[in-house]
Every structure is written in structure tokens, then in C-alpha cells.
């Protein structure tokens, strides 16, 4: 008698171990839609039809680094600061598919001992058409292979935002809205064309690794009063995302960079900029749409890191409702 209730007993055990492994679990992998923004993010879940946000991000630089990549702190009487508030839309036609758009207003400070200068300006607009090429199974299945998420992102920044053609903006780091410079929304004078893939993965419904490479051309110019070609642009980013209930948050270094700028025929040597940085995010959703969070960003001054760029550290909070 024994034995036998012995081996019923084993026999539930076994039975609720096959449950609680083999039982679907839902994967909460929307980790492109839950930060501030981005290459390779999106302000929609791919269930969601349409969202609106808005971004503020303030910027301290504490040194540049030249073009030979040594980092020189600002001294006591020279400053870069930016305030930046950028508005975002996005609409789902179709669930794979988000459409978006993302303007800005940014005030800019910057001085030295021999001069001060503030500008405060519309930023360009850029227009944004995402593809959720893969997209990870809602449930996790024992057994089951699970490819990536994968997403593309096509970017059209237009130049609606003023050039300041002054030299003082200038002499203290990178021209406004290229990739060295605090002022990353201000207008950088010209169309660029960016594509983005974002690639990630989710383990354990909780935890999500990825990376962003992003591309992106721009066109010759005239904003400053001479014949410009800005050098192309990239960006790699790594994450990783975790994910604990309707909050997440992640870890992420970035490292981007621009060629060398030509003036009419002529190439300027050693102008190309390069710009490391690490930071953390954080945000919290609601079940009526509302989404919250904070994210750090943080450039070592460390020589070597990067080049013709300033160094700096920024907050970014923002406020989505999506639907």
C-alpha cells in the first residue's frame, strides 16, 4: 500500500514539473518601444495602433576631445550646455509596419573665455518608416526554436531646422546637429538618409540582448555660404534589457562617428568626429497607454575614446501615450 502511494506521489511530482516547464509563457519583447528614442526604436508595440511622446534632454559637456583624440576639460569660465524638447507621432497602418515623425526645439549655450553665444532654434524634422521584418513569438514554448526579433528603419531627416553660419557657435566644438556635438537636433543644413537594423532577443520573458547598426548619407550644401559634403554617418549600439512587470531597464554603449568634411573640392584633414558613450534607461507603463522613464548618458574623458566631439552628459525624460 505503501509503495503504491509512494508512486503516486511521484507521479504528481512529475506531472507538475511537465506543467511548469512545458507551460507557453508570454514574451514581453517590445524593448525597441519603451525607451525615449532612437536609432532602432520605435514609439509603438507592433498590437498598437498609433502614439505621441515627448522628449527633454539636458546636456553638460565638461571637456572636447580634438582630432587627435585627447580629451581637455573645459576651464572654470567655458561652458556647453543644450536643452532640447523634441515631439514625436507614429501611426501603425498595418502591424508590421510604423510610420512616425519627430521634431525639436533646442536651446544651445555655449562660451569661452573670449566670447559667450545662445541659441535657441527649431530643430530638423525627420521622417521615420519602421518594418518589423521578424518578430518573436507572443508565447515561449519549451522546445520551440526562437528566431530574433528583427526590425528596419528608414530615416529621412529633413533640413527645416536654421544653420547658424556664426564662427563663435562654433569655436568651441563640432557645428550643431553632427554627431560631436551636444546640439544633436539643431539643424545640421542638409538632407540625410539613414537605415537602421535592430536586431534582438528575449530569454526567459524577462531579459532581452541587442544591437543597432545605422547608416546614413548626407547630401552637399550650401547652409553656410560655401559648398559643403558632409561625411557619412554610423552608429552602433549594444543593450541589454530587463524586463520586471510593466517596468524595464537597460544598459547600453553607443559608438558613433562621421567622415571627413569636404569644402568645394578640397577634403579637411583629421575633420571627422567619433563619439563613445555608455547609460542606463529606465521606464515604466500603465495600463491606460501612458509611459514614463528616464534615461542617463555618460562620454568618458578618456583620450583615445573619442575624436573632434565634445564630451558630456545628459538626462532625457520623457512622456508617451500610446494606443
Known amino acids: 500500500m505503501?509503495?503504491?502511494?509512494?508512486?503516486?506521489?511521484?507521479a504528481v511530482s512529475a506531472a507538475l514539473a511537465f506543467v511548469a516547464l512545458a507551460a507557453p509563457?508570454?514574451?514581453?519583447?517590445c524593448g525597441?518601444?519603451?525607451?525615449?528614442?532612437?536609432?532602432?526604436?520605435?514609439?509603438?508595440?507592433?498590437?498598437?495602433r498609433?502614439?505621441?511622446?515627448?522628449?527633454?534632454?539636458?546636456?553638460?559637456g565638461h571637456g572636447v576631445f580634438d582630432e587627435r583624440s585627447r580629451f581637455r576639460g573645459f576651464g572654470s569660465e567655458s561652458h556647453d550646455r543644450v536643452l532640447e524638447v523634441a515631439f514625436a507621432a507614429a501611426v501603425r497602418p498595418v502591424d508590421a509596419v510604423e510610420l512616425g515623425a519627430t521634431t525639436a526645439y533646442g536651446n544651445v549655450l555655449v562660451g569661452g573665455p573670449a566670447f559667450r553665444s545662445?541659441?535657441?532654434?527649431?530643430?530638423?524634422?525627420?521622417?521615420?518608416?519602421?518594418?518589423?521584418?521578424?518578430?518573436?513569438?507572443?508565447?515561449?514554448?519549451?522546445?520551440?526554436?526562437?528566431?530574433?526579433?528583427?526590425?528596419?528603419?528608414?530615416?529621412?531627416?529633413?533640413?527645416?531646422?536654421?544653420?547658424?553660419?556664426?564662427t563663435t557657435a562654433g569655436a568651441s566644438g563640432p557645428s550643431p546637429g553632427t554627431v560631436g556635438s551636444t546640439a544633436t537636433s539643431q539643424g545640421l543644413g542638409t538632407t540625410e538618409l539613414a537605415l537602421a537594423v535592430?536586431?534582438?532577443?528575449?530569454?526567459?520573458?524577462?531579459?532581452?540582448?541587442?544591437?543597432?547598426?545605422?547608416?546614413?548619407?548626407?547630401?552637399?550644401?550650401?547652409?553656410?555660404?560655401l559648398h559643403r559634403a558632409l561625411?557619412?554617418?554610423?552608429?552602433?549600439?549594444?543593450?541589454?534589457?530587463?524586463?520586471?512587470?510593466?517596468?524595464?531597464?537597460?544598459?547600453?554603449?553607443?559608438?558613433?562617428?562621421?567622415g571627413d568634411v569636404r569644402y568645394g573640392t578640397r577634403t579637411s584633414p583629421d575633420s571627422g568626429q567619433r563619439s563613445v558613450s555608455v547609460g542606463a534607461s529606465g521606464s515604466y507603463k500603465t495600463k491606460l497607454g501612458l509611459r514614463t522613464g528616464l534615461a542617463l548618458t555618460y562620454?568618458?574623458?578618456?583620450?583615445?575614446?573619442?575624436?573632434?566631439?565634445?564630451?558630456?552628459?545628459?538626462?532625457?525624460?520623457?512622456?508617451?501615450?500610446?494606443r
Not at 198 to 225: C, H, L, M, N, Y
Open 32 to 48: 525597441s518601444c519603451r525607451g525615449p528614442g532612437g536609432a532602432g526604436s520605435a514609439l509603438t508595440a507592433p498590437w498598437q
Open 118 to 166: 545662445s541659441r535657441g532654434a527649431l530643430g530638423d524634422l525627420s521622417l521615420r518608416l519602421r518594418w518589423e521584418v521578424l518578430q518573436e513569438p507572443p508565447l515561449e514554448l519549451t522546445g520551440q526554436q526562437r528566431l530574433p526579433a528583427v526590425g528596419l528603419t528608414f530615416t529621412s531627416r529633413l533640413p527645416t531646422g536654421p544653420v547658424d553660419r556664426a
Open 198 to 225: 535592430d536586431v534582438r532577443k528575449t530569454f526567459a520573458s524577462r531579459f532581452q540582448i541587442g544591437a543597432v547598426g545605422e547608416a546614413g548619407w548626407r547630401a552637399p550644401d550650401d547652409s553656410i555660404g
Open 2 to 10: 505503501k509503495s503504491e502511494t509512494s508512486r503516486a506521489r511521484q
Open 25 to 29: 509563457r508570454v514574451a514581453k519583447a
Open 299 to 322: 562620454q568618458p574623458p578618456i583620450d583615445g575614446l573619442s575624436k573632434n566631439a565634445v564630451a558630456a552628459t545628459g538626462i532625457t525624460t520623457f512622456l508617451a501615450f500610446t
Open 50 to 60: 498609433y502614439g505621441v511622446s515627448i522628449v527633454e534632454t539636458m546636456r553638460a
Open 231 to 258: 561625411g557619412p554617418r554610423g552608429l552602433v549600439r549594444i543593450m541589454g534589457i530587463m524586463f520586471e512587470g510593466d517596468a524595464t531597464f537597460g544598459l547600453f554603449a553607443d559608438l558613433a562617428a562621421e
